[in-house]
């Protein structure tokens, strides 16, 4: 998103040219982020002086959890989630920056903020939980990116949407604003999760054809060299290794990567493409076949934590997001229900005595002759008052008046009768 775009939706402000309006107190420099094109703003001054708060993302290890056998799955992508979170008019003047000879500052959360995607996946995760816990619909988040299983039971279609449904109906009412052309409202088996095909159907994880050409086209320009550097070949082993969920034995072919990379630090120099490098860098052309493995193994039934509704292996111990543990968690929700339901029942067991009260015939001469007396009080009062224009404090006034000047004393510090219950022969109120 450009400048004059950010402008036109309201994320950024002008203040005007340089050397003309007062600038930012931080004014930091721009660039942009080359694997995805974002415009960024520098706050790496700003950074400095923010405490680093750790926290935990969905990640594919967590989807397995959630799947079930022959799943079906939609996704729901915010757009331009930061945008709609506004910050404070006193921070304005912390993300400011110049640029064509005029200043400018962030309205919303900015792209370098230290704690910008903490800010923001916190958000999502409350309407994500709540979804989990009231509806028990299986829900993966990554910051602004959901995956949604479709609901499978008698008499429901997964084209029926039903859980994609409720998860937008939710999002919307709190003022989300959804991405059309990235939501998939079309149920698959075989969705796409952070650069992997999760198939519901073969139980495992696949490569997506965009990551392979990739892979082989990188692969291929190492194998043409005689020499590689440490940065390439460290970048090769990282994403051989990034790849253990489709290729569960990944690490067991980086071996001869990782000790010429060792080598290479040590001597401080290139490394020959020879021997062993050479051939096991070459065995990973097998990917040219486009064949993945079945992991079943890893595809385990969950359980939701009762505290904040994350799904964990079904015999966790302690939950991975909120630590609580999982016999203390359940004991607890026990001894709230049943608080909740004797709460409940005194409360249920007063609104019919109450119901029944009004039926009566004793308490509507009692309820007429208040009225009348509460009318002749809001007659004496100047100016007069009536039911429909009194306030609170002539209600009180006559509440006093009623209990004729009250059944309490409010005694002074110094009266004698300060620590004494009852009406007392004093001056106090």
């Given at each position: 998103?450009?400048?004059?775009e950010?402008l036109?939706?309201g994320?950024l402000?002008?203040?005007?040219k340089?050397?003309?309006?007062?600038?930012?107190?931080i004014?930091?420099?721009?660039?942009?982020?080359?694997t995805?094109?974002r415009?960024?703003?520098n706050?790496m001054?700003?950074?400095?002086?923010?405490?680093s708060v750790?926290?935990?993302l969905?990640?594919?290890?967590?989807i397995?959890r959630?799947?079930?056998t022959d799943?079906?799955?939609?996704?729901?992508?915010?757009?331009s989630?930061?945008?709609?979170?506004?910050l404070?008019?006193?921070?304005?003047?912390l993300?400011?920056f110049?640029?064509?000879g005029y200043?400018y500052w962030?309205?919303?959360l900015?792209?370098g903020?230290?704690?910008s995607?903490y800010?923001?996946?916190t958000?999502?995760?409350?309407?994500?939980?709540?979804?989990r816990?009231?509806f028990s619909?299986?829900?993966f988040?990554?910051?602004?990116?959901?995956l949604?299983e479709?609901?499978?039971?008698e008499?429901?279609?997964?084209s029926?949407?039903l859980?994609?449904?409720i998860?937008?109906e939710i999002?919307?009412r709190?003022g989300?604003?959804l991405n059309?052309?990235?939501?998939?409202?079309v149920p698959?088996?075989?969705?796409?999760?952070?650069?992997?095909?999760?198939d519901?159907?073969e139980r495992c994880?696949?490569?997506?054809?965009?990551?392979?050409?990739?892979?082989v086209?990188?692969?291929?320009?190492?194998?043409?060299?005689?020499?590689?550097?440490?940065l390439d070949?460290?970048?090769?082993?990282g994403r051989?290794?990034?790849?253990?969920?489709?290729?569960p034995?990944a690490?067991?072919y980086?071996?001869?990567?990782n000790?010429?990379?060792?080598?290479?630090?040590?001597?401080?120099?290139?490394?020959?493409?020879?021997?062993g490098?050479k051939?096991?860098?070459?065995?990973?052309r097998f990917?040219?076949?486009?064949?993945?493995?079945n992991?079943?193994s890893?595809?385990?039934?969950?359980?939701l934590c009762k505290g904040?509704?994350t799904?964990?292996?079904?015999?966790?111990?302690?939950c991975?997001?909120?630590g609580?543990?999982r016999n203390?968690s359940l004991?607890?929700?026990?001894?709230c229900?049943?608080e909740r339901?004797?709460l409940l029942?005194?409360?249920?067991k007063r609104?019919?005595?109450?119901?029944?009260?009004?039926k009566?015939?004793?308490?509507?001469k009692?309820?007429?002759s208040?009225?009348?007396?509460?009318e002749?009080f809001?007659f004496?009062?100047e100016?007069?008052?009536?039911?429909?224009?009194?306030?609170?404090?002539?209600?009180?006034?006559f509440?006093?008046?009623?209990e004729?000047?009250g059944r309490?004393?409010?005694h002074?510090?110094?009266?004698v009768?300060?620590?004494?219950?009852?009406l007392k022969?004093c001056?106090?109120?």
């Open positions: 998103m450009t400048i004059t950010r036109r939706n994320s402000e002008c203040l005007g340089v050397g003309l309006a007062q600038p930012p107190h004014v930091a420099p721009l660039t942009v982020e080359p995805k094109p415009l960024c703003v706050l001054y700003l950074n400095n002086w923010i405490k750790p926290f935990n969905d990640t594919l290890k967590d397995p959630i799947v079930k799943a079906y799955f939609t996704s729901i992508d915010d757009k989630g930061f945008d709609n979170v506004r404070s008019e006193e921070s304005f003047n993300v400011g110049q640029w064509g200043y962030y309205k919303t900015p792209f903020f230290k704690l995607s800010i923001y996946h958000l999502n995760m409350q309407p994500t939980s709540y979804i816990k009231h619909i299986p829900i988040l990554y910051i602004d990116d959901r949604v479709e609901f499978r039971s008499g429901i279609e997964p029926d949407l859980a994609n449904y998860v937008c999002l919307n709190l989300y604003c059309l052309t990235k939501t998939i409202f698959t088996q075989s969705p796409v999760v952070l650069g992997f095909k999760v519901s159907v994880f696949r490569l997506t054809e965009s990551k392979k050409k990739k892979f086209g990188f692969r291929e320009a190492c194998l043409a060299k005689s020499e590689l550097s440490i070949l460290q970048k090769l082993s051989c290794i990034s790849f253990i969920l489709a290729v034995a690490k067991l980086t071996r001869e990567m000790s010429a990379i060792f080598f290479g630090i040590n001597s401080k120099s290139g490394i020959t493409l020879n021997g490098l051939d096991e860098i070459t065995s990973w990917w040219m076949n486009g064949k993945g493995f992991i079943a890893i595809l385990r039934p969950y359980m904040c509704a799904a964990n292996d079904v015999d966790y111990i302690f991975k997001i909120c609580s543990s203390k004991e607890c929700v026990d001894e229900s049943k339901d004797q029942h005194k409360i249920e609104i019919d005595k109450l119901d029944n009260l009004l009566s015939g004793i308490y509507s009692q309820k007429c208040l009225k009348t007396e509460l002749n809001f004496s009062l100016p007069l008052k009536n039911l429909s224009n009194a306030v609170p404090e002539d209600i009180r006034e509440v006093v008046f009623k004729k000047n309490t004393q409010l002074e510090d110094n009266c009768y300060c620590t004494e219950h009852g022969n001056s106090c109120p």
